[in-house]
């Protein structure tokens, strides 16, 4: 192949090239590039205005890309401020920790989540308390709900403050009408698959009318300073709907979790440009709207007089919250077949993976024909393998009728060999449940305060190296 062969080919694959200086045209009034001379601009129809240039720069697909001069020069980083991407509070304390401190100005969020879990109801919340404390409006513009029925709930909540505008627009055009008008500090959109732009295919909520919007809508808040939240829908398997790009388009990807039969919701931080993006943010809905908790444990536990065979005390790591939780277990009846296994806010192959473990590697403990029932209380869904220790002993409780002490807390991810394992952030579990009034722990071997150099107050810390050693210290416990 010639080099003419080869240089033709890359080209044709969009490869950029280097190439020698070769002839081209340019008008000199509008700037246009005709492929070849002509005597009159077919872009600004002036006569005599395309001259011969000389361009040199690499070539994209056959075509010329030369340099200019940008809108702003390059500086030294140290004579950049950083003023303008400081974080507003929004008023709302959960929404501001996961955000990183608050809003800031320019920034677009991406708020997803189920149908009717609560996003509206938040953001009605946050445009309320930011038109009453940061000193500008704020815009909720709905296309999925008239204003009147945003008017509604707002009542409902309380959120009627004077420079808290509503819009129901399904155009973005006359989205960006209302932006001219009111001049907002934020801007809800409620939802982005609902609006549509005039010049883009497709119908409101493609592919090519979500990007096109959502690309759209960052342009103006970067250019004017507006921060702004977009709510998003959810497919049928969690995700954001809608093409990859848009979660590389804004600046920060929140998802709303809850259970539609649970009052607890969690604002979780997948993607933030400033702040961490593994922050957790609980709230609480009820009749007069949401609110934050500051303290959620409380809801993750059954205060009873006395001990109850069955329930064991665990921490869960929520981001980089501790929350003090309890996993519930129950042992049926011997059936003949394959006996039930059912769980709730637990994952059901490692329940099945510790009654294995269990059968296995205790004496006087049989499962294998018995139905078990395992829970969290509160609604709160614990996956994570730091559960299991607590798992096993709430199993082994309710199966040898042993009451497990109800101010002790059980760490650690259980083996295959029944071994218990280290896990992650162990003295801030213990801080956490120390800070409850919990005053033993049972944690895997050098897990404990001699190793991580921490000490909870008024705890007794216990390190246990397999499930076996683990009901050896619930049994002293609860004896003393």
């Not at 804004?250 to 607890?264: A, Q, T």
């Not at 760490?411 to 801080?431: D, Q, Y």
Request: hydrophobic residues 40%.
């Amino acid at each position: 192949m010639t080099s003419r062969a080869t240089s033709r080919a890359a080209v044709g694959r969009g490869r950029t090239t280097a190439r020698d200086p070769r002839p081209s045209y340019e008008c000199d009034a509008c700037g246009h590039q005709p492929p070849k001379w002509v005597g009159r601009c077919p872009e600004c129809g002036e006569w005599g205005s395309v001259v011969e240039s000389t361009l040199t720069g690499p070539t994209v697909s056959g075509r010329v890309v030369s340099s200019r001069t940008p809108a702003e020069p390059a500086r030294p980083i140290a004579t950049i401020s950083a003023a303008p991407a400081r974080a507003r509070p929004t008023g709302v304390p959960e929404l501001d920790r996961v955000l990183g401190g608050g809003l800031v100005p320019g920034a677009v969020v991406l708020l997803a989540g189920e149908p009717g879990v609560g996003k509206s109801t938040l953001l009605l919340d946050v445009a309320q308390q930011w038109a009453a404390n940061a000193g500008s409006p704020s815009l909720v513009v709905s296309g999925e709900e008239s204003v009147s029925q945003v008017r509604l709930r707002a009542e409902r909540m309380g959120t009627l403050h004077e420079r808290l505008y509503l819009a129901a627009e399904n155009d973005l055009g006359a989205v960006l009408g209302h932006l001219d008008a009111v001049k907002p500090g934020l801007l809800v959109l409620d939802s982005v698959q609902t609006v549509s732009i005039a010049g883009a295919e497709g119908v409101p909520g493609g592919v090519t009318q979500v990007r096109a919007v959502t690309a759209a809508l960052v342009s103006v808040a970067k250019e004017r300073g507006i921060a702004t939240v977009l709510v998003g829908h959810v497919t049928k398997d969690g995700q954001v709907a809608g093409p990859r790009v848009l979660e590389h388009l804004v600046d920060v990807v929140l998802h709303f979790e809850g259970d539609k039969h649970s009052s607890l919701r969690m604002v979780r931080g997948v993607k933030n440009r400033f702040g961490t993006a593994d922050e957790v943010g609980c709230f609480e809905m009820h009749e007069g709207g949401i609110t934050s908790l500051a303290d959620p444990s409380g809801l993750f536990l059954t205060r009873s007089a006395d001990p109850v065979p069955g329930t064991c005390v665990t921490v869960a790591m929520e981001g980089r919250r501790a929350l003090v939780t309890e996993v519930q277990a129950l042992i049926g009846a011997t059936v003949a077949g394959s006996p039930r296994r059912t769980v709730s806010g637990l994952d059901s192959a490692r329940l099945a993976m510790v009654l294995a473990v269990l059968q296995r590697r205790t004496e006087r403990l049989t499962l294998h024909d018995r139905e078990v029932f395992a829970a969290t209380v509160g609604g709160i869904r614990v996956v994570e393998p730091a559960a299991d220790l607590a798992m096993a002993l709430a199993v082994a409780s309710g199966g040898l009728n042993l009451a497990i002490a109800p101010d002790l807390v059980a760490i650690g991810e259980v083996g295959l060999t029944g071994e218990v394992r280290r896990v992650s952030a162990v003295p801030r579990r213990l801080a956490e449940a120390a800070r409850l009034g919990f005053r033993y722990a049972l944690v895997p071997a050098g897990c404990g305060p001699e190793s991580s150099g921490v000490t909870p107050e008024n705890m007794r810390v216990m390190e246990v190296t397999d499930v076996r050693s683990a009901l050896q210290c619930v049994a002293r416990v609860s004896a003393e």
